[in-house]
């Protein structure tokens, strides 16, 4: 039935009229053979340009352009370079160098690969105003079906608006084989919706923002898939598989249909988004986004399950500055948001304080929100990352992203509802001792 959403056009419960500009999810062992065709219907007379990494090449992008020029479609190739820190990132510098390596008369891009290559990839295609299709390598993320870009830009990240897919191609055995690393941190991703999209759900209350209840449901047929069954993600049976990377896809164009990356990314995310930031500036590696959106599932599903039993909290605006020492030489650009961030901190408390409203609140995270203990044996049991040691993270530098990770994004999540509840910045090590340490 969700299928029948793509390449449509249609009214919806929410009020809008949602745009799915993806026309075709392509999963099976001869999809490589169907890209001729697919550029035939939905980017007629383009031959694209070929963005992909020394792995993903490997793995499917030279059959994949050996599919094309069989058909009469050749490609031009643009590899992405490993730098000296280790696998190509998305920020300003990699997009810019590879705007200087994508010819400017190319017409269409055929991504093939997973995170990196396919944001960067649409980020071409948005700024040249070009169609492009992805070739998924791994079921590694939800980013594949969504318009939404998450570069570091100045060593901040940010969420950009970008382009999405006209289709988007995967080959089973291609997703089974890929590291188990890439496929848990897949997992982590999808996880993260229920608490993400609580956020998404409180923000409605609060300040009166939009929210689709269509996207925020459009997975839900598919999380028993994985979510029940935890073992088969960990053993690749098809069945898991192909419930994981459809809840991908199907979270990915859940954002783009809301026009938003609220559907499925929150305070979750952000810490995640830390992590990274402070491993770039530090010219060290961090983990796969994912597995450390996982982590921060834990922490979220544990904010909100400690807001839950709250009866009557005195909300207070908790103003502080920006941690300059912490973020150095981010410190301007984390300040930009850190200051919208602020107003929004303290609208929330003037609303929170409103009779009825902590009522209306707790409702909503009782409706939504899904037990940490769930999550924690889901991904457990998958071989995912639930633990620091898992992530290569340390006790204090978690500790330190929970706790500074609401400074980076305007955006209102759980953590800046927990600080205003007085849960935070005192339950932090609590919370990371009880479910991230063992």
């Given at each position: 039935m969700i299928?029948?959403?793509?390449?449509?056009?249609?009214?919806?419960?929410?009020?809008?009229?949602?745009?799915?500009?993806?026309?075709?999810?392509?999963?099976?062992?001869?999809?490589?053979?169907?890209?001729?065709?697919?550029?035939?219907?939905?980017?007629?007379?383009?031959?694209p340009?070929?963005?992909?990494?020394?792995?993903?090449?490997?793995?499917?992008?030279?059959?994949?352009?050996?599919?094309?020029?069989k058909?009469?479609?050749?490609?031009?190739?643009v590899?992405?370079?490993?730098?000296?820190?280790?696998?190509?990132?998305?920020?300003?510098?990699?997009?810019?160098?590879?705007?200087?390596?994508?010819?400017?008369?190319?017409?269409?891009?055929?991504?093939?690969?997973?995170g990196?290559?396919?944001?960067?990839?649409k980020?071409?295609?948005a700024?040249?105003?070009?169609?492009?299709?992805?070739?998924?390598?791994?079921?590694?993320?939800?980013?594949?079906?969504?318009?939404?870009?998450?570069?570091?830009?100045?060593?901040?990240?940010?969420?950009?608006?970008?382009?999405?897919?006209?289709a988007?191609?995967?080959?089973?055995s291609?997703?089974?084989?890929?590291?188990?690393?890439?496929?848990?941190?897949?997992?982590?991703?999808?996880?993260?919706?229920p608490?993400?999209?609580?956020?998404w759900?409180?923000?409605?209350?609060?300040?009166?923002?939009?929210?689709?209840?269509?996207?925020?449901?459009?997975?839900?047929?598919?999380?028993?898939?994985?979510?029940n069954?935890?073992?088969?993600?960990?053993?690749?049976?098809?069945?898991a598989?192909?419930?994981l990377?459809?809840?991908?896809?199907?979270?990915?164009?859940?954002?783009?249909?809301?026009?938003?990356?609220?559907?499925?990314?929150?305070?979750?995310?952000?810490?995640?988004?830390?992590?990274?930031?402070?491993?770039?500036?530090?010219?060290?590696?961090?983990?796969?986004?994912?597995?450390?959106?996982?982590?921060?599932?834990l922490?979220?599903?544990?904010?909100?399950?400690?807001?839950?039993?709250?009866?009557?909290p005195?909300?207070?605006?908790?103003?502080?500055?920006?941690?300059?020492?912490?973020?150095?030489?981010?410190?301007?650009?984390?300040?930009?948001?850190?200051?919208?961030?602020?107003?929004?901190?303290?609208?929330?408390?003037?609303?929170?304080?409103?009779?009825?409203?902590?009522?209306?609140?707790?409702?909503?995270?009782?409706?939504?929100?899904?037990?940490?203990?769930?999550?924690?044996?889901?991904?457990?049991?998958?071989g995912?990352?639930?633990?620091?040691a898992?992530?290569?993270?340390?006790?204090?530098?978690?500790?330190?992203?929970?706790?500074?990770?609401?400074?980076?994004?305007?955006r209102y999540?759980?953590?800046?509802?927990?600080?205003a509840?007085?849960?935070?910045?005192?339950?932090?090590?609590?919370?990371?001792?009880?479910?991230?340490?063992?």
């Amino acid at each position: 039935m969700i299928h029948d959403l793509l390449g449509q056009t249609f009214p919806c419960e929410c009020g809008r009229t949602h745009v799915a500009p993806v026309n075709a999810m392509v999963y099976h062992e001869g999809a490589l053979e169907e890209l001729p065709g697919l550029f035939d219907r939905h980017a007629p007379g383009r031959n694209p340009v070929l963005l992909a990494d020394m792995r993903t090449w490997a793995v499917c992008g030279k059959a994949a352009a050996r599919v094309m020029e069989k058909a009469g479609r050749p490609t031009g190739l643009v590899m992405l370079p490993d730098p000296a820190s280790g696998e190509p990132v998305c920020d300003d510098l990699t997009k810019a160098w590879l705007e200087s390596q994508v010819p400017g008369t190319t017409t269409a891009l055929l991504a093939v690969g997973s995170g990196v290559v396919n944001d960067l990839a649409k980020w071409v295609a948005a700024d040249r105003d070009i169609p492009y299709m992805v070739v998924a390598t791994a079921a590694s993320m939800n980013g594949y079906s969504s318009a939404n870009i998450a570069p570091a830009i100045r060593g901040v990240k940010r969420v950009l608006e970008g382009r999405a897919p006209f289709a988007v191609a995967a080959l089973p055995s291609v997703l089974a084989a890929a590291p188990g690393a890439l496929t848990s941190a897949g997992l982590g991703d999808v996880i993260a919706k229920p608490v993400s999209m609580t956020d998404w759900k409180i923000n409605q209350f609060l300040f009166g923002e939009y929210f689709c209840p269509l996207c925020a449901r459009l997975i839900r047929d598919l999380e028993p898939g994985y979510m029940n069954h935890p073992e088969g993600v960990l053993k690749r049976e098809p069945a898991a598989m192909e419930a994981l990377f459809m809840a991908l896809l199907y979270s990915g164009l859940s954002m783009t249909l809301a026009g938003t990356s609220f559907p499925a990314s929150g305070g979750e995310h952000m810490m995640s988004h830390v992590l990274d930031m402070k491993a770039m500036a530090g010219g060290r590696r961090h983990d796969y986004h994912g597995r450390q959106v996982g982590v921060g599932t834990l922490v979220a599903g544990a904010l909100y399950e400690r807001l839950l039993a709250l009866e009557e909290p005195r909300f207070q605006v908790r103003v502080e500055p920006t941690d300059t020492g912490y973020w150095g030489a981010l410190a301007s650009v984390v300040d930009e948001e850190h200051a919208v961030k602020r107003e929004r901190a303290a609208q929330a408390v003037e609303r929170l304080k409103q009779p009825g409203a902590w009522a209306a609140v707790r409702a909503i995270i009782a409706e939504n929100a899904v037990s940490t203990t769930r999550i924690k044996d889901c991904l457990k049991r998958a071989g995912a990352a639930h633990r620091l040691a898992d992530i290569g993270c340390s006790r204090d530098d978690f500790i330190n992203a929970i706790l500074r990770s609401h400074q980076i994004r305007a955006r209102y999540t759980v953590l800046d509802l927990a600080r205003a509840a007085g849960i935070l910045p005192g339950a932090a090590g609590d919370i990371v001792d009880a479910w991230l340490m063992a």
